[in-house]
């Protein structure tokens, strides 16, 4: 009976028997189980139905506010939406920051400047390179790429 009166006021929309009855199936409740909980609840009050016998919960219990709780909420209202609003201008210029990221090289092309930046010696600061190397190792002929046969 919960169940039922829980989804209704949840939703706070009309629902037909059928309506019910397919939103609780996943629940366990069957097709009379939610019938007598209906009937038991619009006893009590806590639900109304038209002709069609369409449930919904009572449309009477509007709260209206006092005028400085509805003062004090507006001005929450303010304060949330300047926050909100900062937190996007944040957003944007991180999003632009990533776009720029993206849209650059990346780091490549300056793979010289971050290994400076770093202070690490890079085989071309150094003057050297692969097919130096090869060429000092001893019975190279042509380098190391080629296989020789035995």
Do not use: Y
Request: charged content about 30%.
């Amino acid at each position: 009976m919960e169940q039922v009166l829980s989804l209704i006021k949840g939703e706070n929309k009309p629902f037909g028997l059928q309506n019910l009855v397919d939103r609780l199936a996943h629940v366990g409740l069957k097709k009379a189980q939610i019938q007598k909980a209906l009937d038991q609840l619009t006893e009590k009050g806590e639900l109304e139905f038209g002709k069609t016998k369409i449930f919904m919960p009572p449309q009477n219990l509007e709260i209206v506010l006092s005028k400085e709780e509805m003062d004090s909420k507006s001005a929450r209202l303010k304060e949330l939406q300047l926050e909100n609003q900062q937190k996007l201008t944040v957003v944007k210029s991180v999003e632009s920051e990533l776009a720029g990221w993206k849209s650059s090289e990346g780091i490549e092309g300056k793979e010289a400047d971050l290994f400076e930046d770093m202070g690490v010696e890079t085989d071309e600061v150094m003057g050297c390179n692969f097919q130096a190397l090869e060429d000092l190792l001893p019975g190279s002929k042509g380098g190391m790429s080629k296989r020789q046969r035995v």
